[in-house]
């Protein structure tokens, strides 16, 4: 599967953004979904993760509440609603993959074996 992320931009303090999560080569129903971000000087972390039907969504402690993932199998896309934005959730971000047929959702990163390119989300204070 090919993956691309787009949607990112310069938004001010508290404002939203809507990322979304292109596949193409495969079904995306056949995968588990997530978003990383990268801020510079900062190691990848993780920010959400969702199941293949979409029915469990998981967040990093510093978006629940303000971000929303979801996921279209029949458009082959998924989306990352991001509201109440803040400076400290400037970096860019990569959805990943994982094509395993468990139901563990995985946080870390060595988890995923697809990632889209990325794309910036940068917050203006």
């Known amino acids: 599967v090919q993956l691309q992320a787009f949607g990112g931009g310069l938004v001010q303090i508290g404002n939203s953004l809507r990322l979304s999560c292109d596949a193409s080569g495969s079904a995306l129903s056949r995968y588990k979904l997530a978003w990383f971000r990268q801020a510079p000087g900062k190691e990848r972390e993780f920010v959400a993760v969702?199941?293949?039907?979409?029915?469990?969504?998981e967040y990093a402690d510093s978006v629940r509440g303000r971000f929303t993932f979801s996921r279209n199998n029949a458009m082959n896309t998924a989306s990352l609603q991001m509201d109440g934005l803040k400076p400290d959730d400037t970096a860019i971000y990569f959805c990943a993959a994982d094509p395993t047929s468990t139901s563990y959702l995985h946080r870390d990163g060595g988890g995923y074996d697809y990632w889209g390119q990325g794309t910036q989300v940068t917050v203006s204070s």
């Open positions: 969702i199941s293949r039907s979409g029915g469990v969504r």
